[in-house]
Protein backbone atom coordinates (compact mmCIF):
# COMPACT_ATOMS: atom_id res chain seq x y z
CA UNK A 1 0.00 0.00 0.00
CA UNK A 2 0.97 3.87 -0.85
CA UNK A 3 2.32 5.86 2.43
CA UNK A 4 -1.11 6.46 4.18
CA UNK A 5 -0.98 10.18 6.07
CA UNK A 6 -2.00 10.28 9.48
CA UNK A 7 -1.33 13.79 10.57
CA UNK A 8 0.75 16.65 10.92
CA UNK A 9 3.50 15.63 8.53
CA UNK A 10 3.52 11.52 9.45
CA UNK A 11 2.47 8.48 7.41
CA UNK A 12 2.21 5.26 8.03
CA UNK A 13 3.32 2.41 6.03
CA UNK A 14 1.98 -0.82 5.73
CA UNK A 15 3.81 -4.46 4.62
CA UNK A 16 2.76 -7.85 5.07
CA UNK A 17 4.34 -9.53 7.87
CA UNK A 18 6.26 -12.45 6.12
CA UNK A 19 8.04 -10.48 3.36
CA UNK A 20 11.31 -8.86 2.98
CA UNK A 21 14.93 -10.22 3.56
CA UNK A 22 15.01 -11.74 7.50
CA UNK A 23 11.53 -11.34 8.34
CA UNK A 24 11.60 -14.85 9.59
CA UNK A 25 14.07 -16.40 12.14
CA UNK A 26 12.82 -19.72 11.85
CA UNK A 27 11.19 -21.90 8.85
CA UNK A 28 7.79 -23.05 10.96
CA UNK A 29 7.30 -20.12 13.20
CA UNK A 30 6.64 -16.71 13.60
CA UNK A 31 6.93 -13.74 15.52
CA UNK A 32 4.03 -11.80 16.30
CA UNK A 33 1.86 -9.90 18.99
CA UNK A 34 -1.05 -11.70 20.76
CA UNK A 35 -3.53 -9.75 22.81
CA UNK A 36 -4.90 -11.47 26.22
CA UNK A 37 -8.27 -10.14 27.46
CA UNK A 38 -9.80 -10.67 30.85
CA UNK A 39 -6.76 -11.72 32.91
CA UNK A 40 -7.59 -11.07 36.21
CA UNK A 41 -5.61 -7.86 37.52
CA UNK A 42 -3.55 -10.65 40.34
CA UNK A 43 -2.26 -12.80 37.87
CA UNK A 44 -1.27 -10.05 35.28
CA UNK A 45 2.59 -10.17 35.99
CA UNK A 46 5.44 -11.67 33.46
CA UNK A 47 5.39 -14.69 34.73
CA UNK A 48 2.13 -16.15 34.89
CA UNK A 49 1.67 -14.83 31.23
CA UNK A 50 5.05 -16.37 30.34
CA UNK A 51 3.80 -19.72 31.80
CA UNK A 52 0.84 -19.40 29.50
CA UNK A 53 2.46 -18.25 26.22
CA UNK A 54 5.08 -21.17 27.13
CA UNK A 55 2.65 -23.97 26.92
CA UNK A 56 2.27 -22.66 22.63
CA UNK A 57 5.49 -20.84 22.16
CA UNK A 58 8.01 -18.69 23.62
CA UNK A 59 6.95 -15.83 25.33
CA UNK A 60 9.43 -12.10 24.49
CA UNK A 61 8.16 -9.40 26.38
CA UNK A 62 4.78 -7.53 27.13
CA UNK A 63 3.53 -4.15 27.40
CA UNK A 64 3.49 -3.48 31.17
CA UNK A 65 2.53 0.18 31.17
CA UNK A 66 -0.65 -0.62 29.01
CA UNK A 67 -3.36 1.97 30.19
CA UNK A 68 -6.35 -0.67 29.57
CA UNK A 69 -6.07 -2.91 32.47
CA UNK A 70 -8.44 -5.11 30.43
CA UNK A 71 -5.96 -6.48 27.73
CA UNK A 72 -2.47 -7.49 27.76
CA UNK A 73 0.05 -7.40 24.31
CA UNK A 74 2.14 -9.86 24.67
CA UNK A 75 5.05 -10.14 21.56
CA UNK A 76 5.62 -13.98 21.33
CA UNK A 77 7.29 -16.40 18.68
CA UNK A 78 4.75 -19.34 17.63
CA UNK A 79 4.30 -22.42 15.24
CA UNK A 80 2.95 -20.95 12.31
CA UNK A 81 -0.53 -22.73 10.84
CA UNK A 82 -0.17 -25.41 9.08
Given amino acids: MPP ?19 F ?6 RDGCLMFLGIPLDLRNS ?9 FGKFQHWVEDDPYMVR ?11
Avoid at 47 to 55: D, G, H, S
Fill in 4 to 22: QPLGNDTFVHFHKHDEGVG
Fill in 24 to 29: RGQHGF
Fill in 47 to 55: ENIRAAVNT
Fill in 72 to 82: SIVFASFPEDI
